[in-house]
């Protein structure tokens, strides 16, 4: 597999696992299909979410991933500004949609949001207070680290500005440095990506004692139920990748309810990059909508077939 094919894998997961799980959302696991029912149809019958939302339709995880993948090709590098007039743009006019409508947004995002609007400096607009730490960061952060080319100290700072923009607290900050690195080291065919990206974000941590101690909250024992809170998500898309491949990770990630969309498109994106494009089931690709934009950044990031 090239690495080519493992990053249009890591952007195609995302976007595959947002729509996905989108009517599915809100829901307890309880009230869920059976996992292998899981489909972007849901079966007749079910209570859908986001009624009357297109099959195949990403939301604010997918919109948000997009704008900041413009962004990093665009300015050739994080630009805090350029980022949050994207967000701006996708708020207000649909921008990175699939079809023109902002929807599913988070009470933390739409603050900063609200921020940003007014005029306040991009870096300045996240919440850092305790409660301030939902996945609305998390999940949009991989096209970040399929990008790019500094060292991993580089990585792990611009996955924290990025954060920043909405959600400024330094747990929130950890998770998205983590996440990136433990991409890159996937992406670098490592032995034991995770422990390997553990051990990194570590050592770069050693002299920032806020951001340390907020690591090892990360790794701390925890039992994922599949809500919107920062730990959660990233410990439920941890265990959903125990599945043996892409359709059954992603699933996983539905299974646990409630947050399902963020769910798996964070778990989505990791498994897109271990199995490839090729991995994501052909009618699960067929079915998403938008793709002419995608392929349109993927062009300018130059990650061709």
């Known amino acids: 597999m090239t690495r080519t094919e493992r990053i249009r894998g890591g952007l195609y997961g995302l976007l ?16 869920l299909p059976d996992r292998d029912d899981i489909d972007m149809v849901p079966p007749e019958g ?32 994080f630009d805090a500004a350029h980022f949050g007039a994207n967000l701006v743009a996708w ?6 949609t699939p079809d023109g409508r902002a929807f599913d947004i ?66 929130s900050q950890a ?19 995770w422990n390997d990206a553990v051990d ?7 002299h920032a004692p ?6 090892e909250r990360v790794l701390q024992p925890y039992v994922p139920r599949g809500t919107g809170y920062v730990l959660d ?10 599945g043996p491949d892409y359709a059954a990770i992603v699933r996983r990630a539905v299974a646990f309810g409630l947050d399902t969309d963020t769910t798996a498109a964070v778990a989505g994106g990791i498994a897109g990059l271990r199995h490839g494009e090729a991995g994501i089931p052909q009618a699960w690709r067929d079915q998403l909508q938008g793709r002419d934009q995608v392929e349109a950044l993927c062009s300018l990031a130059g990650w061709v077939p």
Request: aromatic share 6%; charged share 20%; with cysteine.
């Open 210 to 215: 806020a951001h340390r101690a907020e690591l």
């Open 91 to 96: 708020w207000n006019e649909g921008a990175f």
């Open 233 to 242: 998500c990233l410990h439920s898309a941890r265990v959903a990748l125990r």
């Open 106 to 171: 988070g009470n933390q995002t739409t603050t900063a949001l609200e921020k940003l609007e007014a005029g306040v400096p991009a870096l300045q607009a996240g919440g850092g207070g305790e409660r301030d730490n939902g996945n609305g960061s998390l999940m949009r952060v991989l096209p970040l680290a399929l990008w790019h080319t500094g060292d991993d100290g580089e990585l792990v700072r611009d996955a924290q500005l990025q954060s920043r923009v909405t959600h400024a607290h330094p747990r």
């Open 16 to 31: 595959v696992g947002d729509a996905l799980g989108v009517p599915y959302e809100f829901h307890d696991p309880s009230n």
């Open 175 to 193: 998770c998205c440095a983590l996440y990136c690195l433990w991409a890159r080291r996937i992406l670098d065919e490592a032995d034991d990506p």
């Open 200 to 206: 990194t974000l570590a050592a770069i941590y050693e």
């Open 46 to 77: 079910f209570n859908r979410s986001h009624r009357g939302t297109p099959v195949g339709t990403w939301s604010d995880d997918g919109a948000q991933a997009l704008a900041l993948l413009d962004t990093v090709v665009s300015c050739e590098g």
